[in-house]
């Protein structure tokens, strides 16, 4: 992977402290609060659609997200762009002075 340059870090994100349990797919009642709000760069990765039943959907999009390192980053965190909130799927991954955070938002609907 190559890290980004500076400039190329365009976006502004939310990085929130969940206050709350969660379930796996990233649903019910999330209580969370705002930690920080960094620069970064966002890449769109592949979806995935799933049709669980007739009437119920669950559509997954993943992004990788590059940050300047900061403390206190953990994979129990939320990342809130825009109107979409992220899931981490993992630990950040360090690679110099950057972070690389693996994430996904995940959508469910009844049909």
Not at 9 to 21: A, F, R, T, Y
Not at 56 to 63: E, M
Not at 91 to 108: A, D, N, Q, V
């Amino acid at each position: 992977m190559i890290a980004p340059r500076t400039g190329e870090l365009k976006e502004l994100v939310d990085i929130l402290n969940v206050g709350s349990p969660f379930s796996v797919d990233g649903s019910g009642a999330i209580i969370s609060t705002f930690a920080i709000n960094v620069p970064a760069k966002i890449s769109p990765l592949g979806g995935n659609l799933d049709q669980e039943t007739q009437q119920h959907q669950q559509f997954s999009q993943g992004y990788d997200i590059w940050i300047r390192i900061i403390n206190g980053i953990s994979a129990f965190q939320q990342i809130q762009w825009g109107f979409k909130r992220l899931v981490m799927t993992g630990p950040p991954e360090i690679f110099g002075r950057w972070l690389l955070i693996h994430t996904e938002e995940r959508i469910s609907r009844n049909l």
